[in-house]
């Protein structure tokens, strides 16, 4: 098959900002506070012509026309405050809060042209008209000293997020809710000499499934490239532990060497699902989609 595509895509943003800083007697020792608000809409349109042919070459019956009409808008505000502490020479204390809520809006209109009435139809089956929440709170500490030549820092992350989709207009909604989830870590050095040391590392992370990914709805505003999300995925968690050794030579040159390991579950995993199409059961299409 072949297809033949013309598209346009327009984007506006509108960002604000508040900040605010307040520095304790102790130099180093301060406390800062930041919302920031992001207000953005789009617009993307596109004409797509797709061919089918068979064995031979010779095409397989006529032409699709298609016409994909969409829209969105997006808020995101996001409120953060960090502390931080050098309580000695040796010794600091740092720590924060963070929210981040993200709400968007989005309409897809699919029409395809048909030869009998000679005009483009909306198929409404393919149409979607979605909106959705995503909320992601955390917190975290950090505590760095020194003893002889050591030097730690420890930290620890703890989590929660929650999403919530509705499909407009087809009383289908979905919801997926991260519960508190902790993420240590440890960072460890050791000084060999000046200039020379080796570091062992500890920390947990995660991966939350994006918007795309989630969605449960079939995306036809590609009709080479049909993907269908999968509200059941869960957040990817990995623990990852890495040991270095570094040198810096006399004429400012470096060396590096590391040896690192990595463990993770809920493996997101993207794959190709074949079913018949929506448009023509007889025909058949491959889906992207994930588990």
Not at 157 to 180: M, Q
Not at 247 to 260: G, H, K, M, V
Not at 262 to 284: A, K, M, W
Request: charge should be neutral.
């Amino acid at each position: 098959s072949s297809m033949l595509s013309n598209s346009h895509f327009t984007f506006n943003s509108n960002r604000y900002g508040l900040s605010f800083k307040h520095n304790f007697t102790k130099s180093g020792h301060d406390i800062t506070a930041d919302i920031n608000y992001n207000a953005s809409t789009n617009t993307n349109n596109g004409n797509y012509v797709t061919n089918t042919f068979l064995p031979n070459s010779n095409p397989k019956g006529l032409p699709v026309k298609q016409i994909s009409e969409g829209s969105g808008t997006t808020d995101y505000l996001v409120i953060q405050s960090d502390y931080e502490n050098p309580i000695s020479e040796n010794t600091k204390f740092e720590a924060g809060v963070r929210a981040a809520i993200r709400s968007n809006d989005n309409l897809s209109i699919q029409s395809f042209y048909n030869d009998s009435a000679g005009k483009y139809l909306p198929v409404p089956a393919l149409n979607s008209n979605y909106k959705f929440k995503d909320q992601v709170y955390a917190a975290y500490s950090t505590y760095s000293f020194k003893v002889n030549k050591f030097r730690f820092q420890l930290g620890l992350r703890a989590e929660s997020s929650n999403y919530n989709g509705t499909l407009l207009g087809k009383d289908s909604s979905f919801k997926v809710n991260f519960p508190i989830s902790f993420f240590p870590s440890t960072f460890i050095t050791y000084q060999i000499a000046d200039k020379q040391d080796i570091q062992l590392n500890y920390s947990r992370k995660i991966n939350r499934p994006n918007f795309f990914q989630l969605l449960p709805f079939i995306d036809y505003s590609d009709p080479q490239n049909l993907s269908v999300g999968n509200a059941g995925l869960k957040p990817e968690f990995t623990d990852l532990g890495e040991l270095s050794y570094n040198i810096t030579y006399s004429n400012n040159s470096n060396f590096l060497a590391t040896i690192y390991g990595r463990h993770t579950t809920n493996l997101i995993t993207s794959f190709q699902y074949v079913g018949p199409s929506p448009l023509n059961p007889e025909d058949t299409v491959v889906f992207n989609t994930y588990a």
